[in-house]
């Protein structure tokens, strides 16, 4: 699987939009980009994941560049409850093993 | 609920007694996952099923044994747990292996072996 680069931490104001950038510069076709997020000691927690195309769900909106080697993943109006760790992970489809290899992740702070 | 559960949620040991932790999905998933959880070392597999009866060994799978006889449980065994194994745990599934399904975590176990 592709190698994901994220910054350590970032800060967002409550109400605001959080944007999470993720650079997988080595990306090949036939991967996903998924996020993930992990609130202090809790289960991982699944919000989105794309191939090619921009995705949006109730949680997230993912958009990814044309050239793939990079996305951003946008929480349009973040709470305070939405203070994680963020993951980008990137996998090949039908993986041997389907191993999520979580990285260091963006700890995102949402401040009041 | 479509949930992942695991029990027990926090555990006290001592070395050498052998214990199980219970891992149940409701979604009828086929893929199911033991992760452990360590400061500085990230989510690291311990192993893993692709369904009824199949297992297989993840990155970390030393000490470690499972089983899969039904497609709902996929209990994680330490036949005589030592410290090295105080850890966070979580079980995990997903309605097949691979990209693009979504894996769905447990709560996660909270073990301490002394």
């Known amino acids: 699987d592709a190698k994901t680069t994220q910054p350590p931490s970032m800060d967002c104001a409550e109400g605001r939009a959080a944007n999470l950038p993720c650079n997988h510069s080595?990306?090949?076709?036939?991967?996903?980009v998924y996020w993930y997020r992990q609130i202090h000691s809790q289960g991982p927690q699944y919000i989105i994941h794309?191939?090619?195309n921009n995705e949006t769900n109730e949680m997230a909106s993912l958009i990814i560049t044309e050239d793939r080697k990079s996305s951003t993943l946008i929480l349009p109006h973040a709470t305070l409850r939405d203070t994680a760790v963020y993951y980008c992970?990137?996998?090949?489809?039908?993986?041997?093993?389907?191993?999520?290899?979580f990285g260091e992740g963006t700890q995102l702070t949402v401040n009041p | 609920e479509a949930q992942v559960t695991q029990n027990p949620r926090y555990l006290i040991t001592v070395t050498g007694k052998k214990l199980t932790v219970t891992c149940s999905q409701n979604?009828?998933?086929?893929?199911m996952s033991w992760y452990r959880q360590d400061p500085g070392l990230g989510l690291r597999q311990i192993y893993y099923?692709?369904?009824?009866?199949?297992?297989d060994k993840g990155d970390v799978p030393e000490g470690y044994k499972v089983s899969r006889k039904e497609k709902r449980n996929f209990p994680l065994i330490l036949e005589s747990p030592s410290p090295n194994q105080t850890s966070l745990y979580f079980c995990?599934?997903?309605?097949?292996?691979?990209?693009?399904?979504?894996?769905?975590f447990g709560p996660g176990t909270r073990l301490t072996v002394t």
């Open positions: 995990a599934s997903s309605f097949k292996w691979g990209a693009p399904y979504e894996q769905y």
């Open positions: 080595t990306i090949s076709g036939n991967e996903y």
């Open positions: 794309g191939l090619k």
């Open positions: 992970i990137v996998r090949e489809r039908e993986t041997s093993g389907s191993r999520l290899t």
């Open positions: 979604m009828n998933h086929e893929y």
């Open positions: 099923s692709m369904n009824v009866e199949v297992t």
